[in-house]
């Protein structure tokens, strides 16, 4: 059973870089779709990017120029960066899987219990 | 303000049956992309209850089902149990000149009379 955990520190203040780190056990990293996802308190889901396990990226065009997602295969991570942060980036942020299907045909099967981030000085 | 279009909140008594909208437009559902619906529990992360239209993951049980016709798509959860009382989304693509990238619906909270 594959299983995802998103880790990073609770409190980003604003103007700086909001980092989180998702590992990835029970299956290999390789031929999926590792996606970042967040869900502001009472709000709805907003997806932010994905990473491709061959290197490639894709991202929220409303985010595009403050977000970059990299992978490590060596320990089955991928991350987030978001920079110059605000209050309205504060949120639970949820690494997720999708299958390699052809964009628009692809949903997210496994998901890692989210972690909040809180943007505050 | 969501890409897809959910109403807020619905309810139900235990052993009926309830469904929930999702409305797009011509650059997502409309453009032929499938839906997919997530149950939330308080708390927790979404899990998948729905992908592709109206096909259920292992272990759903058949009271969940989904539907799409043109830019609208349809969850129904029949025989409705204590257990159901959650967040429900449903995602699908758009595509249009600004990009293409996954959309979310608002969410609907489905309460349990």
């Known amino acids: 059973q594959v299983q995802l955990e998103a880790t990073g520190p609770g409190l980003v203040r604003p103007s700086e870089t909001l980092s989180l780190t998702c590992t990835v056990s029970?299956?290999?990293?390789?031929?999926?779709?590792w996606n970042w996802i967040r869900q502001p308190p009472g709000k709805g889901l907003e997806w932010i990017g994905y990473?491709?396990?061959?290197?490639?990226?894709k991202y929220n065009p409303s985010l595009k120029s403050r977000v970059t997602i990299s992978l490590d295969t060596s320990e089955n991570q991928f991350s987030l960066k978001l920079s110059s942060v605000t209050a309205a980036d504060t949120a639970v942020y949820y690494c997720?899987?999708?299958?390699?299907?052809?964009?628009?045909?692809?949903?997210?099967?496994?998901w890692g219990q989210g972690t909040l981030v809180t943007v505050s000085s | 303000q969501s890409v897809l279009t959910q109403p807020p909140s619905v309810s139900g008594a235990p052993g009926q049956r309830v469904t929930i909208s999702c409305t797009g437009s011509?650059?997502?559902?409309?453009?032929?992309?499938?839906v997919h619906w997530y149950q939330q529990l308080p708390g927790t992360a979404p899990k998948l209850l729905i992908y592709g239209n109206s096909n259920r993951p292992s272990g759903v049980p058949d009271r969940f089902s989904g539907s799409k016709s043109g830019t609208s798509a349809s969850l129904a959860i029949t025989g409705l149990q204590a257990e159901d009382e959650a967040d429900y989304h449903c995602?699908?693509?758009?595509?249009?000149?600004?990009?293409?990238?996954?959309?979310f619906g608002g969410g609907t909270k489905l309460t349990v009379l």
């Open positions: 029970g299956g290999s990293i390789s031929s999926y779709y």
């Open positions: 995602q699908s693509y758009d595509s249009s000149l600004s990009g293409s990238y996954w959309v």
């Open positions: 990473i491709y396990y061959s290197g490639s990226t």
């Open positions: 997720a899987r999708h299958p390699n299907r052809r964009d628009g045909y692809n949903e997210f099967d496994y």
């Open positions: 011509s650059s997502n559902i409309g453009a032929g992309y499938d």
